[in-house]
Protein backbone atom coordinates (compact mmCIF):
# COMPACT_ATOMS: atom_id res chain seq x y z
CA UNK A 1 0.00 0.00 0.00
CA UNK A 2 1.47 3.54 -0.81
CA UNK A 3 1.17 6.36 1.98
CA UNK A 4 -2.27 7.73 1.19
CA UNK A 5 -3.90 4.26 1.12
CA UNK A 6 -2.27 3.42 4.20
CA UNK A 7 -2.83 7.37 5.93
CA UNK A 8 -6.67 6.50 4.45
CA UNK A 9 -7.17 3.42 6.79
CA UNK A 10 -5.84 4.97 9.95
CA UNK A 11 -5.67 8.57 10.14
CA UNK A 12 -8.27 11.25 10.57
CA UNK A 13 -7.34 14.55 9.87
CA UNK A 14 -7.69 18.24 11.24
CA UNK A 15 -10.30 20.23 9.66
CA UNK A 16 -11.34 17.84 6.92
CA UNK A 17 -14.34 16.02 6.39
CA UNK A 18 -13.06 12.31 5.97
CA UNK A 19 -15.99 11.72 3.83
CA UNK A 20 -15.61 14.04 0.59
CA UNK A 21 -11.91 15.26 1.10
CA UNK A 22 -9.46 14.20 -1.70
CA UNK A 23 -6.41 12.39 -1.17
CA UNK A 24 -4.23 14.00 1.31
CA UNK A 25 -0.54 14.84 -0.29
CA UNK A 26 1.92 12.65 0.52
CA UNK A 27 4.89 14.76 1.86
CA UNK A 28 8.17 12.89 1.59
CA UNK A 29 10.83 15.74 1.97
CA UNK A 30 11.20 19.11 2.17
CA UNK A 31 13.49 21.85 1.17
CA UNK A 32 13.75 25.14 1.73
CA UNK A 33 10.26 26.82 0.02
CA UNK A 34 9.50 23.20 -1.67
CA UNK A 35 7.47 20.56 -0.70
CA UNK A 36 8.06 17.21 -2.23
CA UNK A 37 5.67 14.48 -2.80
CA UNK A 38 5.48 10.58 -2.78
CA UNK A 39 4.63 10.77 -6.46
CA UNK A 40 7.17 13.20 -7.69
CA UNK A 41 5.70 16.17 -7.73
CA UNK A 42 7.21 19.71 -6.04
CA UNK A 43 5.09 22.36 -4.07
CA UNK A 44 5.85 25.45 -3.64
CA UNK A 45 4.78 25.95 0.60
CA UNK A 46 2.96 29.50 -0.30
CA UNK A 47 1.24 29.03 3.82
CA UNK A 48 4.76 28.11 5.03
CA UNK A 49 3.30 25.21 6.41
CA UNK A 50 -0.19 27.27 8.50
CA UNK A 51 2.04 30.49 8.98
CA UNK A 52 5.40 28.30 11.14
CA UNK A 53 7.92 27.98 8.92
CA UNK A 54 9.78 30.89 8.31
CA UNK A 55 13.89 29.57 7.73
CA UNK A 56 12.38 27.02 5.08
CA UNK A 57 12.18 23.48 5.64
CA UNK A 58 15.36 21.38 6.45
CA UNK A 59 17.28 24.31 7.44
CA UNK A 60 20.71 23.08 8.20
CA UNK A 61 21.72 25.33 11.20
CA UNK A 62 17.91 23.97 12.87
CA UNK A 63 18.56 20.80 12.01
CA UNK A 64 22.11 20.65 13.92
CA UNK A 65 20.55 23.06 16.71
CA UNK A 66 17.97 19.95 17.65
CA UNK A 67 20.44 17.36 16.65
CA UNK A 68 22.98 19.08 19.32
CA UNK A 69 20.47 19.34 22.07
CA UNK A 70 19.01 15.62 22.03
CA UNK A 71 22.45 14.87 22.53
CA UNK A 72 22.69 16.51 25.43
CA UNK A 73 18.82 16.84 27.03
CA UNK A 74 15.87 15.95 25.47
CA UNK A 75 13.49 16.86 27.96
CA UNK A 76 12.55 17.44 31.79
CA UNK A 77 10.26 18.12 33.98
CA UNK A 78 9.87 22.05 34.00
CA UNK A 79 8.09 21.85 37.45
CA UNK A 80 10.84 22.43 40.04
CA UNK A 81 13.91 21.90 37.35
CA UNK A 82 15.37 24.38 34.58
CA UNK A 83 17.64 23.94 32.01
CA UNK A 84 19.66 26.14 29.64
CA UNK A 85 17.94 26.50 26.87
CA UNK A 86 14.45 27.34 28.52
CA UNK A 87 16.70 30.43 30.66
CA UNK A 88 18.49 31.50 27.26
CA UNK A 89 15.53 31.92 25.36
CA UNK A 90 13.70 33.83 28.08
CA UNK A 91 16.72 36.01 28.27
CA UNK A 92 16.39 36.46 24.43
CA UNK A 93 13.22 36.67 24.63
CA UNK A 94 12.69 39.31 26.94
CA UNK A 95 15.18 41.74 25.13
CA UNK A 96 13.38 41.26 22.31
CA UNK A 97 9.70 41.57 23.26
CA UNK A 98 7.99 44.95 23.51
CA UNK A 99 9.90 46.59 26.64
CA UNK A 100 7.95 45.97 29.53
CA UNK A 101 6.95 42.26 29.45
CA UNK A 102 9.28 40.55 31.42
CA UNK A 103 8.26 36.98 32.05
CA UNK A 104 8.17 34.15 30.24
CA UNK A 105 6.07 30.96 30.70
CA UNK A 106 5.61 28.32 28.37
CA UNK A 107 3.67 25.98 26.95
CA UNK A 108 2.61 24.00 23.81
CA UNK A 109 1.05 25.81 20.97
CA UNK A 110 -0.98 28.47 20.23
CA UNK A 111 -4.12 27.79 21.99
CA UNK A 112 -2.17 26.63 25.41
CA UNK A 113 0.03 29.72 24.99
CA UNK A 114 -4.11 31.88 24.57
CA UNK A 115 -5.44 29.68 27.56
CA UNK A 116 -2.69 30.25 29.76
CA UNK A 117 -2.47 33.89 28.94
CA UNK A 118 -7.01 34.23 29.60
CA UNK A 119 -6.52 32.21 32.85
CA UNK A 120 -3.53 34.14 33.92
CA UNK A 121 -5.43 37.48 33.31
CA UNK A 122 -8.41 36.29 34.94
CA UNK A 123 -6.30 34.72 38.71
CA UNK A 124 -4.54 37.75 38.32
CA UNK A 125 -7.56 40.32 39.24
CA UNK A 126 -8.33 37.55 42.11
CA UNK A 127 -4.78 37.44 43.68
CA UNK A 128 -5.10 41.24 43.67
CA UNK A 129 -8.39 41.62 45.69
CA UNK A 130 -10.57 42.62 42.50
CA UNK A 131 -12.52 38.83 41.72
CA UNK A 132 -15.64 40.81 39.44
CA UNK A 133 -13.02 41.76 37.24
CA UNK A 134 -14.00 37.98 35.15
CA UNK A 135 -14.83 39.50 31.70
CA UNK A 136 -12.97 38.76 28.60
CA UNK A 137 -13.48 41.44 25.86
CA UNK A 138 -12.93 39.92 22.50
CA UNK A 139 -13.13 40.95 18.72
CA UNK A 140 -15.28 40.16 15.77
CA UNK A 141 -13.57 37.65 13.70
CA UNK A 142 -11.13 36.88 16.00
CA UNK A 143 -9.72 33.31 16.18
CA UNK A 144 -7.23 32.48 19.23
CA UNK A 145 -7.21 28.75 18.59
CA UNK A 146 -9.21 25.35 19.14
CA UNK A 147 -9.27 24.58 23.10
CA UNK A 148 -12.06 25.48 25.09
CA UNK A 149 -10.83 28.85 26.26
CA UNK A 150 -8.97 29.83 23.28
CA UNK A 151 -12.82 29.10 21.09
CA UNK A 152 -14.49 30.56 23.46
CA UNK A 153 -12.77 33.78 22.63
CA UNK A 154 -12.75 33.37 18.83
CA UNK A 155 -15.76 34.75 17.21
CA UNK A 156 -18.76 32.38 16.84
CA UNK A 157 -18.26 30.82 13.49
CA UNK A 158 -18.39 27.21 12.08
CA UNK A 159 -15.28 26.06 13.58
CA UNK A 160 -17.18 26.50 17.34
CA UNK A 161 -20.51 26.09 16.38
CA UNK A 162 -20.77 22.27 17.73
CA UNK A 163 -19.55 23.46 21.55
CA UNK A 164 -21.10 26.12 21.76
CA UNK A 165 -22.59 25.14 24.88
CA UNK A 166 -19.00 24.90 26.47
CA UNK A 167 -18.09 28.15 26.09
CA UNK A 168 -17.82 30.79 28.14
CA UNK A 169 -19.44 34.60 27.56
CA UNK A 170 -17.38 36.98 26.10
CA UNK A 171 -18.15 40.56 24.94
CA UNK A 172 -17.60 40.43 21.80
CA UNK A 173 -17.03 44.06 19.99
CA UNK A 174 -15.03 46.00 17.33
CA UNK A 175 -11.94 47.39 18.17
CA UNK A 176 -13.73 51.47 17.59
CA UNK A 177 -16.08 49.77 20.30
CA UNK A 178 -13.86 49.22 23.28
CA UNK A 179 -13.82 52.46 24.48
CA UNK A 180 -17.38 52.96 24.72
CA UNK A 181 -17.20 49.10 26.17
CA UNK A 182 -15.14 49.57 28.53
CA UNK A 183 -16.86 52.68 30.14
CA UNK A 184 -19.98 51.30 30.61
CA UNK A 185 -18.93 47.42 31.68
CA UNK A 186 -14.75 48.07 32.46
CA UNK A 187 -14.97 47.29 36.04
CA UNK A 188 -16.09 43.68 35.87
CA UNK A 189 -13.60 43.15 32.75
CA UNK A 190 -10.62 41.14 33.20
CA UNK A 191 -8.56 42.04 29.90
CA UNK A 192 -9.38 42.22 26.15
CA UNK A 193 -7.70 40.17 23.71
CA UNK A 194 -6.91 41.28 20.32
CA UNK A 195 -4.74 39.62 17.15
CA UNK A 196 -2.92 43.20 16.81
CA UNK A 197 -2.72 44.31 13.06
CA UNK A 198 -3.65 41.12 11.54
CA UNK A 199 -6.61 38.93 12.23
CA UNK A 200 -5.18 35.51 10.54
CA UNK A 201 -7.90 32.81 10.48
CA UNK A 202 -11.10 35.42 10.89
CA UNK A 203 -9.81 36.18 6.97
CA UNK A 204 -6.46 38.04 6.77
CA UNK A 205 -8.08 41.16 8.10
CA UNK A 206 -6.14 44.12 8.82
CA UNK A 207 -6.73 46.81 11.23
CA UNK A 208 -4.77 50.25 12.12
CA UNK A 209 -1.94 50.54 14.34
CA UNK A 210 -3.97 53.89 15.34
CA UNK A 211 -7.12 51.69 16.54
CA UNK A 212 -4.42 49.25 18.81
CA UNK A 213 -2.86 52.09 19.96
CA UNK A 214 -6.30 53.96 20.89
CA UNK A 215 -7.20 50.08 22.76
CA UNK A 216 -4.14 50.10 24.21
CA UNK A 217 -4.49 53.69 26.03
CA UNK A 218 -8.51 53.00 27.35
CA UNK A 219 -7.03 49.49 28.51
CA UNK A 220 -4.56 51.54 30.29
CA UNK A 221 -7.67 54.48 31.59
CA UNK A 222 -10.24 51.53 32.86
CA UNK A 223 -7.40 49.41 34.58
CA UNK A 224 -8.10 46.40 32.25
CA UNK A 225 -5.17 44.10 31.09
CA UNK A 226 -4.62 43.84 27.36
CA UNK A 227 -3.73 40.48 25.98
CA UNK A 228 -1.91 40.90 22.66
CA UNK A 229 -2.35 36.77 20.46
CA UNK A 230 1.21 37.12 18.47
CA UNK A 231 0.84 33.77 18.05
CA UNK A 232 0.59 34.61 14.12
CA UNK A 233 1.64 38.18 13.55
CA UNK A 234 5.61 37.41 16.04
CA UNK A 235 8.47 36.90 14.78
CA UNK A 236 8.44 39.61 11.59
CA UNK A 237 4.75 38.68 9.54
CA UNK A 238 3.65 41.91 9.67
CA UNK A 239 6.70 44.24 8.93
CA UNK A 240 7.94 44.48 12.56
CA UNK A 241 9.15 41.88 14.77
CA UNK A 242 6.03 42.29 17.05
CA UNK A 243 3.08 43.63 15.33
CA UNK A 244 2.49 45.61 19.01
CA UNK A 245 5.67 47.35 17.77
CA UNK A 246 3.71 49.24 14.73
CA UNK A 247 1.18 50.99 17.32
CA UNK A 248 4.08 51.34 19.62
CA UNK A 249 2.94 49.31 22.57
CA UNK A 250 3.18 46.95 25.20
CA UNK A 251 0.20 44.63 26.47
CA UNK A 252 0.07 43.29 29.68
CA UNK A 253 -0.18 39.74 28.11
CA UNK A 254 1.78 38.36 24.81
CA UNK A 255 1.34 34.93 23.51
CA UNK A 256 3.51 33.76 20.95
CA UNK A 257 3.61 29.88 19.22
CA UNK A 258 3.83 29.16 15.49
CA UNK A 259 7.16 30.81 14.02
CA UNK A 260 8.76 30.70 17.75
CA UNK A 261 10.48 27.74 16.45
CA UNK A 262 10.66 28.39 12.74
CA UNK A 263 8.20 25.93 12.50
CA UNK A 264 10.02 22.54 13.62
CA UNK A 265 8.53 21.92 16.82
CA UNK A 266 5.25 22.73 19.13
CA UNK A 267 5.93 25.50 21.56
CA UNK A 268 3.87 28.02 23.12
CA UNK A 269 5.15 31.87 24.82
CA UNK A 270 2.71 33.71 27.17
CA UNK A 271 4.76 37.09 27.91
CA UNK A 272 3.87 38.63 31.01
CA UNK A 273 4.81 42.27 32.66
CA UNK A 274 6.49 42.38 36.09
CA UNK A 275 3.06 43.31 37.48
CA UNK A 276 1.26 40.62 36.53
CA UNK A 277 4.06 38.49 37.87
CA UNK A 278 3.64 40.10 40.97
CA UNK A 279 0.27 39.36 41.40
CA UNK A 280 0.98 35.85 41.58
CA UNK A 281 3.68 36.42 44.46
CA UNK A 282 2.63 35.62 47.80
CA UNK A 283 3.41 33.17 50.88
CA UNK A 284 -0.33 31.72 50.24
CA UNK A 285 0.09 28.80 47.82
CA UNK A 286 -3.10 28.75 46.37
CA UNK A 287 -2.17 31.95 44.62
CA UNK A 288 0.05 30.16 42.57
CA UNK A 289 -0.32 30.02 38.45
CA UNK A 290 -1.38 26.20 38.27
CA UNK A 291 -1.42 26.02 35.06
CA UNK A 292 1.47 23.37 33.39
CA UNK A 293 1.81 20.77 30.66
CA UNK A 294 4.36 17.46 30.40
CA UNK A 295 6.65 18.92 27.57
CA UNK A 296 6.50 22.53 29.16
CA UNK A 297 9.70 24.28 27.83
CA UNK A 298 10.83 21.39 26.00
CA UNK A 299 14.74 21.69 25.34
CA UNK A 300 14.92 20.46 21.87
CA UNK A 301 12.09 22.90 21.33
CA UNK A 302 14.11 25.52 23.18
CA UNK A 303 17.00 25.08 21.33
CA UNK A 304 15.79 25.22 17.63
CA UNK A 305 13.82 28.35 18.88
CA UNK A 306 17.55 29.92 19.90
CA UNK A 307 18.96 28.94 16.40
CA UNK A 308 16.05 30.79 14.56
CA UNK A 309 16.52 33.91 16.85
CA UNK A 310 19.81 34.08 15.71
CA UNK A 311 18.87 33.23 11.98
CA UNK A 312 16.64 35.98 11.94
CA UNK A 313 19.22 38.72 13.65
CA UNK A 314 21.99 37.41 10.96
CA UNK A 315 19.74 37.57 8.44
CA UNK A 316 18.15 41.32 8.28
CA UNK A 317 14.65 39.70 8.19
CA UNK A 318 12.97 42.73 8.50
CA UNK A 319 14.81 44.33 5.30
CA UNK A 320 13.55 40.99 3.50
CA UNK A 321 10.03 41.58 4.83
CA UNK A 322 10.18 44.84 3.63
CA UNK A 323 10.83 44.26 -0.06
CA UNK A 324 8.11 41.28 -0.06
CA UNK A 325 5.75 43.26 1.00
CA UNK A 326 6.45 45.86 -1.68
CA UNK A 327 6.41 42.82 -4.16
CA UNK A 328 3.36 41.83 -2.92
CA UNK A 329 1.73 45.36 -3.17
CA UNK A 330 2.72 45.82 -6.61
CA UNK A 331 1.82 42.21 -7.87
CA UNK A 332 -1.38 42.26 -6.04
CA UNK A 333 -2.62 45.83 -6.80
CA UNK A 334 -3.89 45.10 -10.73
CA UNK A 335 -5.95 42.33 -9.21
CA UNK A 336 -8.22 44.72 -7.18
CA UNK A 337 -9.86 46.17 -10.25
CA UNK A 338 -11.30 42.74 -11.65
CA UNK A 339 -15.36 42.21 -11.09
CA UNK A 340 -14.78 39.18 -9.35
CA UNK A 341 -12.08 40.40 -6.34
CA UNK A 342 -13.73 42.46 -3.68
CA UNK A 343 -10.67 43.64 -1.79
CA UNK A 344 -7.23 42.98 -2.03
CA UNK A 345 -4.85 43.41 1.27
CA UNK A 346 -0.92 43.19 2.34
CA UNK A 347 1.31 43.81 4.80
CA UNK A 348 4.60 42.59 5.68
CA UNK A 349 5.07 38.88 4.53
CA UNK A 350 1.05 38.44 3.70
CA UNK A 351 -1.03 39.45 0.73
CA UNK A 352 -4.81 38.39 0.98
CA UNK A 353 -7.20 38.56 -1.62
CA UNK A 354 -11.08 38.99 -0.95
CA UNK A 355 -13.20 36.98 -3.53
CA UNK A 356 -16.67 37.73 -4.49
CA UNK A 357 -18.85 36.81 -7.19
CA UNK A 358 -20.40 39.78 -7.54
CA UNK A 359 -18.00 43.01 -6.53
CA UNK A 360 -21.45 45.38 -6.36
CA UNK A 361 -22.92 43.18 -3.53
CA UNK A 362 -19.87 41.62 -1.81
CA UNK A 363 -21.45 38.31 -1.20
CA UNK A 364 -18.61 36.30 -0.06
CA UNK A 365 -19.65 32.81 1.46
CA UNK A 366 -17.41 32.37 4.47
CA UNK A 367 -15.00 29.88 5.52
CA UNK A 368 -17.43 27.16 3.41
CA UNK A 369 -17.58 28.65 -0.10
CA UNK A 370 -17.02 26.37 -2.60
CA UNK A 371 -14.77 28.44 -3.78
CA UNK A 372 -11.74 27.90 -1.55
CA UNK A 373 -11.51 24.39 -2.71
CA UNK A 374 -11.12 25.18 -6.26
CA UNK A 375 -8.64 27.58 -5.65
CA UNK A 376 -6.85 24.89 -3.74
CA UNK A 377 -6.92 22.21 -6.94
CA UNK A 378 -6.43 25.04 -9.51
CA UNK A 379 -2.63 26.01 -7.77
CA UNK A 380 -2.07 22.74 -7.06
CA UNK A 381 -1.97 21.41 -10.91
CA UNK A 382 0.65 24.71 -10.78
CA UNK A 383 2.59 22.99 -8.20
CA UNK A 384 1.55 25.98 -5.58
CA UNK A 385 0.28 25.12 -2.45
CA UNK A 386 -2.20 27.54 -1.03
CA UNK A 387 -5.23 26.43 1.35
CA UNK A 388 -7.89 29.87 0.68
CA UNK A 389 -9.72 30.59 3.87
CA UNK A 390 -12.84 30.16 2.04
CA UNK A 391 -13.51 32.77 -0.23
CA UNK A 392 -10.20 34.64 1.03
CA UNK A 393 -6.93 33.28 -0.89
CA UNK A 394 -3.67 34.61 0.59
CA UNK A 395 -0.24 33.92 0.51
CA UNK A 396 2.49 33.82 3.32
CA UNK A 397 5.57 31.95 2.02
CA UNK A 398 8.65 31.02 3.94
CA UNK A 399 11.61 34.58 4.29
CA UNK A 400 13.76 32.56 2.45
CA UNK A 401 11.68 32.53 -0.69
CA UNK A 402 13.51 34.49 -3.81
CA UNK A 403 12.15 37.66 -5.66
CA UNK A 404 11.72 35.36 -8.73
CA UNK A 405 9.62 32.47 -6.74
CA UNK A 406 7.76 35.56 -5.41
CA UNK A 407 6.82 36.64 -8.82
CA UNK A 408 6.08 33.43 -10.20
CA UNK A 409 3.42 32.62 -7.43
CA UNK A 410 1.93 36.52 -8.34
CA UNK A 411 1.81 35.44 -11.71
CA UNK A 412 -0.17 32.13 -11.02
CA UNK A 413 -2.36 34.15 -8.51
CA UNK A 414 -2.82 36.13 -11.47
CA UNK A 415 -3.65 33.90 -13.94
CA UNK A 416 -5.90 31.60 -11.95
CA UNK A 417 -7.82 34.63 -10.82
CA UNK A 418 -8.59 36.23 -13.90
CA UNK A 419 -9.46 32.11 -15.48
CA UNK A 420 -12.97 33.13 -13.10
CA UNK A 421 -13.10 29.78 -11.78
C1 LIG B 1 -3.78 34.28 16.27
C2 LIG B 1 -3.80 32.83 16.60
N1 LIG B 1 -3.89 32.46 17.89
C3 LIG B 1 -3.87 31.16 18.24
C4 LIG B 1 -3.79 30.16 17.29
C5 LIG B 1 -3.81 28.72 17.71
O1 LIG B 1 -2.56 28.16 17.54
P1 LIG B 1 -2.38 26.56 17.47
O2 LIG B 1 -2.96 26.14 16.18
O3 LIG B 1 -0.90 26.36 17.56
O4 LIG B 1 -3.10 25.99 18.65
C6 LIG B 1 -3.70 30.51 15.94
C7 LIG B 1 -3.61 29.45 14.90
O5 LIG B 1 -3.81 29.67 13.75
C8 LIG B 1 -3.70 31.88 15.59
O6 LIG B 1 -3.63 32.27 14.31
Known amino acids: MNLVDRDRAVVWHPYTQMKTAAAPLPIVRGQGVYLYTEDGRRLL ?30 HVIFAGATHEPAVELAERLVGALPAGLTRIFYSDNGSTAVEAAIKMAVQYWQNVGQPSRTRIV ?48 GDRVAAVI ?14 PAESLARVRECCYRHGVLLIADEVLTGFGRTGRMFA ?7 PDIMCLSKAL ?3 YLPMGVTAATNAIYEGFLSDDRAKTF ?26 NLLERIARLERQLRDGLAPLASLPNVGDVRVLGGVGAIELVSDKTRKDAGGYLDTIGPRLYDAFLKRGLLLRPLGNV ?15 WVLEQIDAVIRSNL
Open 138 to 185: ALHHAYHGDTVGAMSVSDASVFTAPFASLLFPVDRVDPSDVERHLEEH
Open 244 to 250: CEHAAVT
Open 290 to 315: FHGHSFTANPLACAVALASLDLIEEG
Open 261 to 263: TAG
Open 393 to 407: LYFMPSYVITDNEVA
Open 45 to 74: DGTSSWWVNIHGHAHPRLNQAIAEQAKKLE
Open 194 to 207: VEPMLQGAGGMIMW
